[in-house]
């Protein structure tokens, strides 16, 4: 139980650390590569993301799709990567290497689609190489470059703004 606790203040001071190291360089480079970050705890319809990701014209070789669940979840037969809080190490580090390569790939635009405060989660989203990151309101704005401020069932107005947004940081045509 105390370890549990000097763990997660390790990755709270390496995420803190992390956030305050990052630099903002948006450019108008077009989105050919797209991650996406979701709690399959909250919402578990990654056809959703195929669709957008279809609308933006991102080809499906280049879509990249990983859930995040704080409990181990084994009767995930249609999903291919799913997390948790047991992939973590001490000091940020990744004990899996799948959520590893997930994190080296550098995205054109990463999209975090979770509401929850989740340490972890919000680790992979800091630790992501992606250009580009979009996402729903969180307590801290240092995550992501663009933040829109939607609920998770109202996902048809986030494909609306972030197709907004990036036709004006001319991202998409």
Same mark, same amino acid.
Not at 32 to 39: A, H, K, P, R, W
């Given at each position: 139980? &105390?370890? =549990?606790?000097? %763990?997660?203040? $390790?990755? =709270? %001071?390496?995420? *803190? ?9 948006? *450019?108008? !480079? ?8 979701? *709690?399959?705890?909250?919402? /578990? ?10 609308? &933006? ?6 879509? =990249?799709?990983? +859930? ?19 992939? #973590?190490?001490? %000091? ?8 590893? $390569?997930?994190? /080296?790939?550098?995205? /054109?635009?990463? &999209? !975090? ?7 972890? &989660?919000?680790? @992979?989203? +800091? ?6 990151? @979009? ?8 995550? *992501? ?9 109202? #996902? /048809? ?10 036709? @004006? ?5």
């Amino acid at each position: 139980m &105390i370890l =549990k606790v000097f %763990k997660e203040k $390790s990755n =709270k %001071k390496y995420l *803190n650390k992390l956030l305050s190291e990052r630099h903002v360089n948006v *450019n108008d !480079s077009k989105v050919e590569s797209l991650g996406v970050i979701i *709690n399959i705890d909250e919402i /578990d319809d990654f056809e959703l993301f195929k669709k957008l990701a279809d609308y &933006i014209k991102v080809r499906p070789n280049k879509l =990249k799709i990983i +859930a995040f669940s704080e409990k181990k979840k084994d009767d995930l037969n249609s999903w291919d990567l799913c997390f948790n809080p047991k992939d #973590f190490g001490w %000091k940020g580090t990744i004990n899996n290497m799948e959520l590893q $390569s997930f994190l /080296d790939t550098e995205f /054109d635009v990463l &999209i !975090s689609y979770y509401k929850k405060e989740i340490l972890e &989660i919000k680790m @992979i989203t +800091a630790c992501s190489k992606a250009k580009f990151k @979009i996402g729903i309101l969180q307590t801290d704005e240092r995550l *992501n470059d663009l933040i829109l401020k939607t609920n998770l069932n109202q #996902f /048809d107005l986030f494909k609306a703004e972030v197709v907004k947004y990036l036709t @004006i940081l001319n991202k998409i045509n």
